[in-house]
């Protein structure tokens, strides 16, 4: 774990700086106290771990000799396209970068992840053999526990939980499994083999998050945003298939594709009146019976 630090502190270090010489990376290594140790970045050291980063990661780490020997990405879209590469890479470098500061850690606030560790190390390595998984699994709205077989097909981090998407064996159905609601997990000797046509970004492409109901169809949302909240949809839309079609003083209307599934209609609750639900009609009169339902809560 250490050494992918290191090189994740690399490739960030680099990344962030365009170009930069050897001596400069050497004396921010020497600077990284948690992982450098006030030594300097050798000369030798780097070009093995140039070379180390090329075969783990594909990512190339040239050098321009004219103006001074530079180092540069030559390859950045190959962290940019791969959504997996640049999240593990930003995670780590953000990791770093609060293990340099360590001495703020009582001003550095982080959000927990529920049994983010307990059972995605086991899961991974069932997923990796192509082996089924036993799991003893305690939904949220069932009193008692289950033993149930799965072959893990993928997991998805969201919304600060880590989810299984597998095929229950004994029901042979998907299933998308909570790894906080897993109490137990164990890799059984049974193995699968996952169909050559399946695509974990296909299978998630037409839901906003992880409810992916094949009973609810993917449709034109149109939704209007209040001015004060139309920079946070177009800094992180709510959706892939997000577009922006118009752009007012007072507001904007964003189009997107996809199924209105509950946790879906649940983020657009979550904005209150700074969004408003344009087209399809449905799910206009859905959101009215909801905010109607709250209205006579809080009047009661």
Request: net charge negative; charged share 30%.
């Amino acid at each position: 774990m250490i050494q992918l630090q290191k090189y994740t502190w690399l490739i960030e270090t680099i990344r962030r700086a365009g170009m930069i010489s050897h001596k400069e990376l050497s004396d921010r290594w020497e600077r990284c106290k948690d992982l450098s140790d006030y030594r300097p970045l050798h000369r030798a050291t780097f070009n093995r771990w140039r070379d180390a980063i090329y075969s783990q990661f594909g990512i190339i780490i040239s050098c321009k000799r004219v103006g001074g020997y530079l180092y540069y990405i030559e390859n950045p879209e190959d962290i940019d396209d791969d959504k997996l590469k640049k999240w593990m890479l930003d995670s780590f470098a953000v990791g770093n970068l609060i293990g340099e500061n360590l001495s703020m850690k009582d001003r550095i606030l982080v959000d927990h992840i529920p049994s983010g560790q307990s059972h995605l190390a086991t899961i991974l390595e069932a997923m990796k053999d192509n082996r089924v998984v036993n799991i003893v699994y305690r939904a949220f709205q069932y009193s008692k526990s289950y033993d149930i077989a799965v072959e893990p097909y993928c997991v998805k981090l969201f919304e600060n939980r880590w989810y299984m998407l597998g095929r229950n064996v004994d029901k042979d159905v998907m299933r998308l499994y909570g790894l906080d609601r897993i109490e137990t997990a164990e890799i059984g000797e049974q193995k699968f083999l996952v169909p050559k046509s399946f695509s974990a970004t296909d299978y998630f492409s037409n839901y906003y998050g992880i409810i992916a109901d094949e009973s609810i169809e993917p449709v034109t949302v149109v939704i209007r945003a209040e001015k004060n909240h139309t920079p946070y949809l177009k800094s992180l839309p709510l959706h892939h298939s997000q577009r922006l079609v118009e752009d007012t003083d007072n507001y904007s209307e964003f189009r997107l594709f996809v199924a209105p599934t509950f946790d879906f209609i649940m983020k657009l609750l979550q904005a209150g009146p700074l969004i408003e639900v344009i087209a399809p009609e449905e799910l206009r009169d859905t959101m009215r019976d909801l905010v109607s339902q709250m209205n006579e809560k809080y009047n009661d």
